[in-house]
């Protein structure tokens, strides 16, 4: 065997060698791309369901927001409506008067309602709208 061919069958197991380290490596990296892939499918699945459930939320928080704001225009309705009676004088006009000041100044609803002669429902309907901690403006 002459130097040339010897020179060449080295040459020619070296290359298929690094071949062989190559083709190793690419499959490591193929196994790892896999892996990532999942992982990601998995993260996207996630992200879908934390998208979905936040905007499950929001639209609750939004119905809440309503419900309350139609509350909160009932409650000054009904501000008004006592005021008005209260303001209409005669007995009762004088009597819710009386009951709203004393509510002003934390009277309990069972007080106001046996002072002023108010039904005790009345008499925890003032509390409610005109008491120090209902938030009256």
Request: charged fraction near 20%.
């Amino acid at each position: 065997m002459d130097t040339l061919t010897a020179v060449a069958l080295v040459v020619a197991v070296a290359a298929t060698g690094v071949a062989i380290v190559a083709a190793w490596h690419a499959l490591g990296l193929t196994g790892r791309i896999k892996r990532a892939e999942k992982r990601m499918e998995g993260l996207e699945a996630t992200t879908q369901q934390i998208l979905e459930h936040f905007q499950g939320l929001s639209a609750g928080a939004v119905g809440q927001g309503e419900h309350l704001a139609r509350l909160e225009q009932n409650l000054a309705r009904l501000r008004r409506r006592l005021d008005q009676v209260a303001a209409a004088g005669g007995s009762d006009g004088g009597r819710f008067n009386q009951a709203i000041r004393m509510a002003r100044k934390g009277a309990a609803a069972q007080e106001i309602a046996e002072t002023c002669q108010i039904s005790q429902v009345e008499a925890d309907l003032v509390v409610l709208l005109h008491s120090p901690s209902s938030g009256e403006k």
